[in-house]
C-alpha cells in the first residue's frame, strides 16, 4: 500500500537556524498539505499545495515559512529562523484531488525540537 | 469558525468490551467529518468518513462511526474491542468549499486484555 513517508523522523536545531523538512507524497496524488501538532495540543493546519502553488494557508504559516516542490517527487516545508515555539510534530499529507470530502494520506510525522 | 471537540484525553475499554470515542464539532454548513488513527511511528490512517447519507458510517478494522445532526457528534465506535485498536483517534472536521481540515486533540485508547 502506497504511503506518505517523512525525513528526518526527529530534527534537533538551534533557535534561528533554518530548517527543511521534507515529505514524499503517494505518487499520484496532486493536493499537497503540511500540519503540525505542538505538544499537547490540535493538529493545526499550515498550508495546502496543487499545481505548484499554495491554494490555503493559515496565521500560523507566516513569512518564516515556506513551501517547495523541487522535483516530481518531493514536497518540503522550510523554516527560515526557527523559534522556540516552532517545536512541534508536522506532519505531511497528500490526496489525489481537491475538495472537503475527499480524505488525505498522513506521513509518520518530523518532531522539529528548536533549543 | 469550524472546531472539534474530542472531551476525553483517554479512554480505557477492556478486550472485547464495546468501546466508544466521543466527537463533537461545530461548522457553518453542511460538515464533512473524519477518523483517523494514529499507531506509534506512524501516519495518521484514515478511518472512515462521513459525506451525506445514512447516519451510520462503516470503515476499516471493524470501526464505525455515527453521524447525529441534532447533537452536532460523530461518535466513533466498535462492537467488541482488541488490544490491537489501542492507539490515539483524531476526529476531524471540513465543511465545504476549501476550508481546510479542521482536528480535535485527540484521544488515546488504551484496550486492556
Known amino acids: 500500500e502506497p504511503e506518505v513517508t517523512q525525513t528526518p523522523s526527529h530534527q534537533v536545531t538551534q533557535m534561528g537556524q533554518e530548517v527543511i523538512l521534507r515529505c514524499v507524497p503517494i505518487s499520484n496524488h496532486l493536493y499537497f498539505y503540511w500540519y503540525r501538532q505542538i505538544l499537547g495540543q490540535k493538529v493545526e493546519f499550515l498550508v495546502s499545495f496543487y499545481n505548484n502553488e499554495i491554494s490555503e494557508k493559515s496565521e500560523i504559516f507566516d513569512d518564516q515559512f515556506s513551501v517547495e516542490r523541487p522535483d516530481g517527487s518531493n514536497f518540503t516545508l522550510k523554516i527560515r529562523s526557527t523559534k522556540l515555539e516552532d517545536s512541534a510534530m508536522y506532519f505531511c499529507?497528500?490526496?489525489?484531488?481537491?475538495?472537503?470530502?475527499?480524505?488525505?494520506?498522513f506521513g509518520p510525522g518530523t518532531r522539529l525540537t528548536v533549543l | 469558525a469550524q472546531s472539534v471537540a474530542q472531551p476525553e484525553d483517554q479512554v480505557n475499554v477492556a478486550e472485547g468490551n464495546p468501546l466508544t470515542v466521543k466527537c463533537t464539532y461545530s461548522?457553518?454548513?453542511?460538515?464533512?467529518l473524519f477518523w483517523y488513527v494514529q499507531y506509534p511511528n506512524r501516519g495518521l490512517q484514515f478511518l472512515l468518513k462521513?459525506?451525506?447519507?445514512?447516519?451510520l458510517v462503516k470503515g476499516s478494522y471493524g470501526f464505525e462511526a455515527e453521524f447525529n445532526k441534532s447533537q452536532t457528534s460523530f461518535h466513533l465506535k466498535k462492537p467488541s474491542a482488541l488490544v490491537s485498536d489501542s492507539a490515539l483517534y483524531f476526529c476531524?472536521?471540513?465543511?465545504?468549499?476549501?476550508?481546510?481540515?479542521?482536528f480535535g486533540k485527540g484521544t488515546r485508547l488504551s484496550v486492556i486484555a
Open positions: 499529507a497528500s490526496s489525489e484531488a481537491g475538495g472537503p470530502v475527499i480524505e488525505q494520506f
Open positions: 461548522v457553518s454548513g453542511n460538515p464533512y
Open positions: 462521513y459525506i451525506t447519507g445514512d447516519n
Open positions: 476531524a472536521v471540513r465543511s465545504s468549499g476549501n476550508t481546510p481540515l479542521v
